[in-house]
């Protein structure tokens, strides 16, 4: 995903939108300059409606859980899973103290809840998301995910 796509993503945070215009994205900060009549990157629009990241609503469009975990911020934990899988409570069990001890965000994502989610991770639930990369899936190893966990909160702490 190039830069001005990401931007576009993270844009609907810094406006605190839930779905954008074609005016919204006149002054998206890393735009591709391939921008339509009205202001559109077009290049980078046709790629996250193509990779299921924005939907095209009535005079603009959404972004998509898929799309929220590709602007998701370094320091996010992503939980993705459904409703009645023991698994997937298993494993929130285990992250929500360390989650909390090391500093870091969790989300919570039914994917169940979203088509391009549904669609992209069926019945391979839980997945875990540390900002837009995949940390683990279906069988989570603990002792990985905590030290990628601890790495990532190491990394980003001020010197």
Excluded at 62 to 71: I, K
Excluded at 94 to 107: D, I, N, Y
Aim: one cysteine or more; glycine letters at 8%; proline letters at 4%.
């Amino acid at each position: 995903m190039d830069e001005s796509a990401r931007c576009i993503l993270q844009s609907f945070d810094h406006l605190g939108l839930s779905r954008l215009t074609a005016a919204d994205f006149r002054h998206v900060p890393g735009s591709d300059g391939e921008a339509n009549a009205e202001g559109l990157p077009e290049s980078s629009i046709r790629e996250l409606v193509a990779v299921g990241a924005l939907r095209e609503i009535a005079g603009g469009y959404e972004r998509t859980e898929f799309g929220r975990l590709e602007a998701a911020d370094r320091l996010t934990l992503t939980l993705l899973g459904r409703r009645g899988c023991h698994l997937c409570h298993d494993v929130l069990i285990w992250l929500e103290p360390l989650v909390a001890r090391l500093g870091l965000t969790l989300r919570k994502v039914d994917v169940d809840t979203d088509r391009v989610l549904r669609e992209r991770f069926g019945n391979e639930v839980p997945v875990l998301y540390l900002g837009p990369k995949e940390l683990a899936r279906n069988l989570i190893e603990h002792r990985l995910v905590e030290k990628s966990l601890k790495m990532a909160q190491k990394a980003n702490r001020p010197e």
